[in-house]
Every structure is written in structure tokens, then in C-alpha cells.
């Protein structure tokens, strides 16, 4: 849904998507002269992190593998081709070419979900009124790049462990850590302690995210990081940093309106604690 809006993020309405319908979006509904747009900003291709141009004779990859650093595989199984391009498993998104995204097919992401229960000014917690469910909140941040609230994710670097990326991403975007002295730093470490080594896992594949194509695309792993009494994320100096501009709790119901598909990923995180949605 999100990557078939009509312009392309960031391009001020210079780049169109072809319109597919709701119909059209699986590869396996034939659309003889189906012809989108290629784009990639110019400014990704000259990135050192990035792919070069497939076609290009210093770009060898292995698909569908491990390789080298860079994961090449997808939580969706194996992706195909078409021209030599790497087809979003998904179905079409009207528009060819990366983007934003420095990777064909799969750019690997991690979103950490940072949870505590809500509670009245004497500690007790609160329950929603028509569903007699407790209140869950999650830490959110607004993104600098569209201004929407959203979970602290971020992508994972090549031969990086989720689990490194999902305490990193936090650690830049919600507590600003890039911007902190050492002592800064310590302190933070100090008052998390082993908190980001007893998340549960809520989700592993495609994100529905407004940057994907048909040939690269977004995938993450969403784990939960719940603090039961509250204490220790009580004690956080929150401050948004890196790709963030704010940085709050959010109360849980399905009146989030978040970036890409992070809601959904919210709502499964709400069920897991069977609080209120
Ligand atoms: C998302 O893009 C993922 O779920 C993750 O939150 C995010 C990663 O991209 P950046 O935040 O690094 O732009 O949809
Ligand atoms: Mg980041
Ligand atoms: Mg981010």
C-alpha cells in the first residue's frame, strides 16, 4: 500500500509511480506492457556502502545468500529475477530502480519496540475504559525525513548482528547517544545494564515502507523490549538523535497512525501483553 503512493519520497513530486491496482500488484497477473519508471537518486550510486549498478563488471553478487558481509537473503524465501533484476516479493510498486535503498533486493532493518505499562501519578496502572485492558506505551520517535512518528529502527550494517543494531538504532535515535562525552555514554550503559539482552522476537519479514520499488525493498526483524515495572526506562534521559527530531512514549491503541508498516507491528506487540488495542 504505502509503496504504491503516487510520488516517490523526497523527490518533491518529480518522481511518479505507474498506478497499480489493488488487482495488479501480484507478478503472477500478467501485464504484457507493464513499463514503471526507473529511479535511484543520484546520490545513492555514489555511495561506498551501496551497490553499484547491476550490470556493472565489478558487481558480482550472490543472490539469495550470505555474501560476504552483506545478506543477500530474504525472510520471504527466495526472491526471482526478471532482466537480471531482483523482484520485490511482494508484487509491483510501480517504479524500478533503488530509490533511496542502497541494496538490490532485500535492505535488512531492525526495530526495536521499547514497552512499559502506563501508569496514574501513584504507580497504579491504567486501563482503557471500553476495553477494560491495560494501557501499554512504546517509546516513538519522529522521523526527520517525512516528520512521521515511528518505531527507532534502523538498518543493519553489513556483517552486523540484529541484536547489535536493535540496541544501536535505540541508543542513536531515541537517547541521542551520538552526541554523548563518554561519560554520557557510560551512564546510559549503566542504567540499562542487560535491559536490550531480554527481547522477544514479534516479527521478522517484508515492511510496507513508501521507499520500496520493485526491485529493492525493505525487510526487518521487530523485537520487544519490555520493561515490566518500569524502572529502567523510567530512568532514561530520552532525547532524539541521528534520523530523529522527537523522541516520546506513545500510548498503544489502533488509533496509531505511524510510518510504514510499524502500527502493525505495534498492534502484534499489544497482543503478545494483551493490553488494550
Ligand atoms: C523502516 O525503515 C524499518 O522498519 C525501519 O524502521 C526503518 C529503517 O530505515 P531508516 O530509519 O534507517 O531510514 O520501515
Ligand atoms: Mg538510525
Ligand atoms: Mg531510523
Redesign the pocket.
Known amino acids: 500500500m504505502k509503496c504504491r503512493d503516487r510520488y516517490y519520497p523526497r523527490t518533491n513530486g518529480t518522481v511518479e509511480r505507474l498506478t497499480v491496482s489493488d488487482d495488479k500488484v501480484s507478478w503472477k497477473v500478467l501485464w504484457d506492457n507493464y513499463n514503471p519508471p526507473d529511479f535511484t537518486f543520484e546520490h545513492i550510486k555514489k555511495q561506498a556502502w551501496a551497490d553499484p549498478e547491476i550490470g556493472d563488471s565489478n558487481f558480482i553478487p550472490s543472490w539469495n545468500k550470505l555474501d560476504g558481509n552483506v545478506d543477500r537473503r530474504s525472510h520471504m524465501g527466495f526472491y526471482t529475477f526478471w532482466g537480471g533484476y531482483p523482484q520485490n516479493p511482494c508484487g509491483r510498486t510501480g517504479l524500478r530502480g533503488r530509490g533511496l535503498l542502497g541494496r538490490w533486493g532485500p535492505n535488512h532493518a531492525a526495530d526495536p519496540v521499547v514497552t512499559r505499562w502506563k501508569r496514574g501519578q501513584d504507580g497504579h496502572q491504567i486501563t482503557d475504559k471500553m476495553t477494560n485492558k491495560p494501557l501499554l506505551q512504546f517509546i516513538g520517535i519522529r522521523r526527520r525525513d517525512c516528520g512521521q512518528w515511528a518505531i527507532?529502527?534502523?538498518?543493519v550494517d553489513p556483517g552486523e548482528l540484529v541484536s547489535t543494531t536493535l540496541k544501536r538504532?535505540f541508543l542513536?535515535?531515541a537517547l541521542n547517544t551520538l552526541e554523548l562525552d563518554t561519560e554520557g555514554q557510560e551512564n546510559i550503559e549503566k542504567l540499562l545494564g542487560d535491559f536490550f539482552s531480554w527481547g522477544a522476537e514479534i516479527y521478522k519479514g517484508y515492511v510496507d515502507d513508501p521507499r520500496n520499488t520493485d526491485n529493492a525493498w525493505i525487510e526487518t526483524v521487530v523485537y520487544n523490549f519490555h520493561d515490566d515495572k518500569g524502572v529502567i526506562v523510567g530512568s532514561l534521559p530520552f532525547s532524539a538523535g541521528?534520523?530523529?527530531i522527537s523522541v516520546k512514549w506513545l500510548d498503544v491503541s489502533n488509533a496509531l497512525n505511524l510510518y510504514a508498516s510499524h502500527s502493525d507491528f505495534i498492534k502484534l506487540v499489544a497482543l503478545k501483553h494483551n493490553a488494550h488495542w
Open positions: 527507532p529502527g534502523g538498518m538504532e542513536e535515535e541521528d534520523d530523529a
